[in-house]
């Protein structure tokens, strides 16, 4: 299984809302990411888990809060986003054969949609 | 700070013909990884290239790896409306924490 899968496939929010993104993988990756991208853009990583534990926080607005349940489970919880917090939210994973993150080949969930009004 | 850029931004091509995007670091590589996003999808990973002067070649692409492991290439023989979609090389940051994703070539292919 090569899968990362993602849900929901699209969302719609008000800027009040609370609402959580999730991701799971079955590949026995301990290395999970949270990425960003924006139209006509490359993604842009957010925060990177590693062995369950946050590894980095690309400076991310405490509006977006990530967990990581578990080995195969990877959530992002949004609160009191922003119209220009729309974009497609990715997530990835990796072996994590080594600490480090970027040396990695990463396997990428086909995201969620994400429409702040 | 280091940066991973990729060129041309976009390309349009007819069917059949060749394309080739270019990829250039600040910095040397330990690796580089290519990516594959179709318009409305995500990206897949195509390859990962570590060694100097690294040739791989998959069905009609060519992926080249630089002497210095500071530049690689894509190359696409015979374009095919399946290859439409960006193209984006990859990279680990100073230290290896972090992968940088270069700008993206988007190919537009014309059957």
């Known amino acids: 299984d090569t899968e990362v899968t993602q849900t929901p496939k699209h969302l719609v929010m008000g800027m009040t809302n609370k609402k959580s993104l999730k991701c799971e993988q079955h590949?026995?990756?301990?290395?999970m990411y949270w990425y960003k991208q924006k139209a006509k853009k490359p993604p842009e990583l957010m925060f990177v888990?590693?062995?369950?534990?946050?590894?980095i926080n690309e400076s991310v607005p405490s509006r977006f809060s990530p967990e990581c349940p578990n080995s195969s489970l990877l959530n992002l919880h949004l609160h009191a986003l922003q119209p220009e917090d729309s974009a497609l939210y990715l997530c990835?994973?990796?072996?994590?054969?080594?600490?480090?993150?970027?040396?990695?080949?990463?396997?990428f969930g086909p995201g969620t949609r994400l429409l702040v009004l | 700070g280091q940066q991973v850029m990729q060129i041309p931004q976009y390309q349009h091509v007819q069917e059949g013909e060749d394309f080739t995007t270019y990829c250039n670091s600040s910095?040397?590589?330990?690796?580089i990884q290519w990516y594959k996003q179709r318009p409305g999808g995500h990206p897949v990973f195509l390859i990962q290239?570590?060694?100097?002067?690294e040739v791989k070649k998959q069905k009609r692409l060519t992926f080249q790896f630089g002497e210095a492991k500071k530049n690689s290439s894509l190359h696409i023989t015979a374009t095919q409306t399946t290859d439409v979609g960006t193209y984006f090389c990859?990279?680990?940051?100073?230290?290896?924490?972090?992968?940088?994703f270069g700008a993206g070539t988007r190919l537009f292919v014309k059957a």
């Open positions: 990835a994973s990796s072996q994590a054969r080594t600490s480090l993150a970027g040396e990695e080949t990463q396997y």
């Open positions: 590949m026995g990756h301990r290395a």
């Open positions: 888990y590693s062995y369950e534990k946050l590894s």
């Open positions: 910095t040397t590589l330990s690796n």
């Open positions: 290239l570590v060694k100097s002067g």
């Open positions: 990859a990279g680990p940051n100073t230290g290896g924490f972090k992968t940088i």
